[in-house]
């Protein structure tokens, strides 16, 4: 219970770095943040009590102790897109850096709704 | 006062999300498409990490989307950085013991890259994560030598022939069995090295290619030109 | 050989991975492989088509059944709108191929098909999460091409559609981590059948992220604040990919999604409702604009909020017309942006104002635009007037007496500013100097394609129609769905 609080509050505060803050390097830190409360709400659904890992290494595992496996290769591939993101948005960033001298969002927002 | 507008939606948004949240019960076995997965994996696929069974088997299609996404990424970042990737690293000089520790290191990083990526189909861990940690292993010595270079050259190979490895293994599946990613290779015994058909041979491609692809990702980063 | 809709994505991919090992040698052949590809494709979305009318194809991938393995539906809806993509993306290449001059090319290139490769996933997948895989391969390729030109203003349009399209994919996760709690499965069609089983309280508000997610992507309104910069600020065949492809991918994704479901009566209500504000706001924003692919990228959002209240409409004429308008659009649109890309590039600036007289020193393009201006305006005898009329009768059948009234103020506003532009160019005094620089044939020949097939439906609107009514049918018909995805 106390994971989905958690990360549902790693997600909402992601979401306010994003909404509220100027530097844009912390705009990005947010979406790291929304993405980190995502993927551990993710990972929480498919806890099992007293579950083991999902591999079978040794003799004698069986699968009614072991975690749901789908939600951990659904994080892997979240994870990554994440990453890709936070990727591409780093090198806008630095482009805007480049353009503006500055990491200040009011000062860079020319293009308007 | 655009703080307090903030506050207020995110914290309508949060209270509904966790109220249907609360809905689902925490720690309990759910009767879903995982216990099938769980119970059939090494009979069908021959792994015997069932996450591994799942993300290069059973949902191969997204893996081979995921690969795609970081080689998005790269080349969006290439391209977005394009004509701002200068020569050297803007990095202060490491110490002597950051140096020899680092190319210490260095190898043995790499090869626990590689064994993680090898053995993805056996213990935790698989393309990505080993790909990961020969990045880091990479970005220790970006840190500790100025002057340490990949071969931008290579990294294209690599990059480029891993990612037409994971497509042909997905073309060989249509052309010698039914289904695009389906194994067409005998399944061996589980728990051995030498097992589970194509998830090593697509699992090898990925640590390759992520490896590559995160060390492009870091030189480029630290390249670039203020 | 036997085709497969897996083609779609797989060779895409295959080529994006070849593009930078041939880049090495040769960079004119990187310009090429776009083009063989997408025409190899096109083909292959030709000769696939009759099969889908007999019975949806839907092909396992990894040799697991559904719900266990990742399955592709491509009915004759996908058919529909995948070779409508790839067509237009093929154009779009032919366009780009003199177009485009600035480097790096080859990682146009790959950016450009892989954008096309995630649209045809999204439109072909049956599986929730790897639709998301494809929604975030289409987001990431377009948040480059968007700042592709790597100007101030292009950044910031990129910086501003990752950060809205991040909350996009984050919503669209949320709810697809919830449908697996619920339902415990990832397949559309199982999850289809489950859905009845699911309390109201999460229902609802998984509806409410799908449509916020995808909301976003399609430009429904007040989600839409990307749309006008990206769309004026990427390189301006990219402009035409966000409208012909980007667009037109997550509008099927969330009409699919509303129909196989939420299909409750409150989800078509809100599609309706959203669909005319967004409508009559974009129309008027579109009325202000000053520079002419802001405009144009304002009137897009105002198609978009057209083909959602057919949707909205819900009958099988409505969505008959609103797969009749998305395809109309995706032609118009694309035509309008090529035009208006070499009008920018000959006039020098992306002011309306800058474009006064140049029908008379470039006639060529200045045709093009005008007659795409008039298509989507929706006068007779072009292709925009069919779809418009299916729009205006099936919604005065469904009763919405109101939301006719609006479509028709709304198309009077669209009058009004795509003819002053088109004014602007025969009718004011030629002040550009630049008669040296032409548009080169590929760029003419690219915009002649389109215009031919506009005007072509616009005689002859059955030779569409024929396609849209299986497209319309397999979209309603929740039964099928089920029973073809789960191979039942």
Same mark, same amino acid.
């Given at each position: ?113 | 006062?655009?703080?307090? $507008? ?15 949240? *609360? $809905? ?20 069908? $696929? ?61 190898? *043995? ?45 290579? *990294? ?17 599946? *249509? ?52 | ?20 090992? %041939? ?37 396992? %991938? ?40 600035? !480097?790096?090319? !080859? ?161 078509? !209500? ?81 002011? %309306? ?136």
């Amino acid at each position: 219970m106390v994971y989905y609080i958690t990360a549902i509050l790693l997600i909402l505060i992601g979401m306010y770095a994003i909404l509220t803050k100027k530097n844009i390097i912390k705009i990005v830190i947010g979406l790291s943040i929304v993405d980190s409360g995502v993927n551990l709400l993710l990972i929480s659904i498919g806890y099992i009590k007293n579950g083991t890992a999902p591999i079978f290494s040794v003799e004698g595992l069986t699968p009614d102790k072991m975690v749901d496996p789908i939600p951990q290769a659904l994080v892997l591939t979240a994870i990554v897109i994440g990453l890709g993101v936070t990727a591409v948005a780093l090198s806008l960033v630095i482009r805007l850096y480049d353009h503006h001298k500055t990491l200040n969002i009011n000062k860079i927002r020319k293009l308007k709704w | 006062m655009r703080k307090v $507008t903030a506050i207020f939606v995110l914290a309508i948004f949060g209270f509904y999300m966790l109220s249907v949240f *609360l $809905t689902i019960p925490f720690g309990e076995k759910r009767d879903n498409v995982g216990q099938h997965y769980l119970a059939n994996t090494v009979k069908e $696929t021959g792994a015997v990490n069932t996450v591994t069974s799942i993300v290069v088997s059973y949902r191969g299609f997204d893996t081979l989307g995921e690969v795609t996404v970081l080689f998005l990424a790269a080349t969006g970042l290439g391209a977005i950085l394009f004509d701002k990737k200068g020569k050297k690293r803007r990095l202060q000089h490491a110490s002597l013991i950051v140096r020899v520790g680092a190319h210490l290191l260095y190898p *043995l990083i790499v090869l626990l890259g590689a064994y993680v990526f090898v053995h993805g189909h056996l213990t935790p861990g698989g393309g990505f994560q080993g790909g990961a940690i020969i990045a880091t292993g990479v970005l220790l010595m970006f840190m500790s030598y100025r002057s340490f270079e990949t071969s931008h050259k290579a *990294l294209i190979y690599i990059e480029s022939l891993a990612g037409i490895v994971f497509v042909l293994a997905g073309f060989s599946g *249509l052309i010698w069995g039914q289904s695009f990613l389906q194994n067409v290779l005998p399944l061996g015994e589980p728990g051995r090295l030498l097992s589970a058909g194509i998830i090593p041979i697509i699992y090898i491609a990925v640590g390759f290619k992520v490896g590559a692809e995160l060390t492009g990702l870091l030189d480029n980063l630290l390249k670039t030109i203020k | 050989m036997n085709f497969s809709p897996v083609h779609f994505i797989a060779v895409p991919l295959l080529a994006a991975f070849l593009i930078p090992i %041939i880049g090495r040698f040769s960079k004119e052949v990187v310009k090429l492989i776009p083009g063989a590809v997408l025409l190899y494709l096109s083909y292959v979305a030709i000769s696939l088509y009759p099969h889908t009318l007999q019975k949806p194809i839907v092909e396992i %991938i990894a040799g697991f059944k559904p719900p266990f393995g990742i399955t592709l539906y491509y009915g004759p809806l996908a058919a529909f709108l995948v070779t409508m993509i790839m067509i237009v993306g093929f154009v779009i290449w032919l366009y780009s191929y003199k177009f485009i001059i600035r !480097e790096p090319l !080859e990682k146009y290139y790959m950016l450009f098909l892989l954008v096309i490769a995630g649209a045809a996933g999204i439109m072909i997948t049956g599986d929730i999460f790897n639709m998301f895989v494809f929604l975030e391969i289409t987001s990431i390729a377009a948040y480059s091409l968007t700042a592709f030109l790597r100007d101030k203003d292009g950044a910031e349009a990129a910086f501003k559609y990752l950060l809205i399209g991040s909350f996009s994919s984050t919503f669209y996760l949320i709810a697809v981590m919830l449908i697996y709690a619920n339902t415990g499965t990832l397949n559309i069609a199982d999850i289809a059948t489950k859905m009845q089983s699911v309390p109201n309280q999460p229902k609802i508000f998984i509806m409410i992220l799908f449509m916020v997610g995808f909301g976003i992507e399609s430009e429904l309104f007040p989600l839409n604040g990307w749309a006008p910069d990206a769309y004026s600020q990427a390189p301006s065949p990219i402009g035409g990919v966000f409208g012909g492809i980007v667009v037109k991918a997550s509008t099927y994704a969330m009409m699919r999604f509303a129909f196989v479901l939420f299909d409750f009566r409150s989800t078509f !209500e809100f599609i309706l409702v959203m669909g005319v504000i967004t409508m009559v706001i974009a129309e008027m924003s579109a009325m202000r604009q000053q520079q002419i692919k802001r405009m144009l990228a304002f009137s897009s959002i105002g198609q978009m909020g057209l083909v959602m209240i057919a949707f909205g409409v819900g009958t099988d004429a409505s969505v008959q017309a609103a797969l009749f308008q998305i395809f109309n659009h995706a032609i118009i649109k694309t035509l309008l942006f090529l035009a208006a890309g070499y009008l920018v590039f000959h006039s020098g600036s992306k002011k %309306i104002s800058a474009l006064d007289g140049l029908g008379h020193n470039k006639p060529i393009t200045s045709f093009f635009f005008a007659l795409g201006a008039l298509a989507i305006i929706g006068l007779p005898p072009f292709a925009g007037f069919w779809s418009k009329l299916y729009i205006l009768t099936s919604t005065a059948k469904g009763g919405f007496l109101t939301v006719i009234v609006l479509i028709l103020i709304s198309g009077i506003i669209e009058a009004v500013y795509y003819l002053r532009v088109v004014s602007r160019l025969y009718f004011k005094k030629d002040v550009s100097k630049d008669s040296v620089r032409r548009t080169p044939l590929s760029g003419i020949v690219a915009m002649g394609v389109l215009a031919i097939v506009i005007i072509l439906i616009g005689f002859y609107p059955h030779l569409i129609l024929e396609y849209i009514q299986p497209a319309a049918h397999d979209l309603i018909d929740k039964a099928s769905y089920i029973k073809f995805g789960l191979l039942n």
